[in-house]
C-alpha cells in the first residue's frame, strides 16, 4: 500500500526552480510530521526540510533562504519549493512521515545541470 506519492522532479538549470509534491493519506497528513530528505549518490540520505510540532519548521542549513516547505491540508500534500537551484541539489528526493514510525516515499530525482 503506497501511503506517500512524491511528484516533481526533473532536469533543472542551475539557478532555476522546481517545485516537489507529496500526498499522503488523511491519517499520515493529520496526524505524522512530514518533511523531505535527500540523497546524493554517495552520500548520506541527509534532512532538507521538515516540520515538527505542528507547523514549525526545520531547514538544512545549504538550502535555508532558497526551499520553502509548504503544506495543504485540502489537499493532504506537503511542498517542497526549490529556487536558486544548485548542482550539489542534484539527489533523489524522498518524502518522509515520522510519528511512532518512519515512512518514505519511493523518491523523485531532481538534476541541476546546464
Known amino acids: 500500500q503506497v501511503q506517500l506519492v512524491e511528484s516533481g522532479g526533473g532536469l533543472v538549470q542551475p539557478g532555476g526552480s522546481l517545485r516537489l509534491s507529496c500526498v499522503a493519506s488523511?491519517?499520515?497528513?493529520?496526524?505524522?510530521?512530514m518533511g523531505w530528505y535527500r540523497q546524493a549518490p554517495g552520500k548520506q540520505r541527509e534532512l532538507v526540510a521538515a516540520f515538527s510540532g505542528g507547523r514549525n519548521t526545520n531547514y538544512a542549513d545549504s538550502v535555508k533562504g532558497r526551499f520553502t516547505i509548504s503544506r495543504d491540508a485540502a489537499k493532504n500534500t506537503v511542498y517542497l519549493q526549490m529556487n536558486s537551484l544548485k548542482p550539489e541539489d542534484t539527489a533523489v528526493y524522498y518524502c518522509?512521515?515520522?510519528?511512532?514510525?518512519?515512512?518514505w516515499g519511493q523518491g523523485t530525482q531532481v538534476t541541476v545541470s546546464s
Open positions: 518522509n512521515a515520522q510519528l511512532v514510525n518512519v515512512l
Open positions: 488523511d491519517i499520515i497528513f493529520a496526524l505524522y510530521n
